[in-house]
Nanobody, 124 residues
Framework: QVQLVESGGGLVQAGGSLRLSCASSRRTLSNYPTGWFRQAPGEEREFVAAISRGGISTDYADSVKGRFTISRDNAKNAVYLQMNSLKPEDTAVYFC?????????????????WGQGTQVTVSS
């Protein structure tokens, strides 16, 4: 069982930056393609970014391309989401997720393990 813990959320003004972290305490996170998703109140959970096990391949939602960067440090067993130029519409609970297998995916149902989420609030 992979247990994921997110951190780094908070309140930031529009145009600001935050870096989210995802750590796994029990299993080696580098064995799993990993992604970030977000969910705003009343909305469905949506894909934000994903990264392959080795960190070579990445994918991003169009809404965050050029502003967000996903990365991983396998030595630290962690995956990060650097969020720059934040907008009020980025406000949501952000979830880290990992999946069995090797492919990078963007659909929530393709992921097997989920963290509890961290709140990101961007004020205008």
């Amino acid at each position: 069982q992979v247990q994921l813990v997110e951190s780094g959320g908070g309140l930031v003004q529009a145009g600001g930056s935050l870096r989210l972290s995802c750590a796994s305490s029990r299993r080696t996170l580098s064995n799993y393609p990993t992604g970030w998703f977000r969910q705003a109140p009343g909305e469905e959970r949506e894909f934000v970014a994903a990264i392959s096990r080795g960190g070579i391949s990445t994918d991003y939602a169009d809404s965050v391309k050029g502003r967000f960067t996903i990365s991983r440090d396998n030595a630290k067993n962690a995956v990060y989401l650097q969020m720059n130029s934040l907008k009020p519409e980025d406000t949501a609970v952000y979830f880290c997720a990992a999946r069995e297998g090797t492919a990078v995916r963007t659909t929530p149902t393709d992921f097997d393990y989920w963290g509890q989420g961290t709140q990101v609030t961007v004020s205008s």
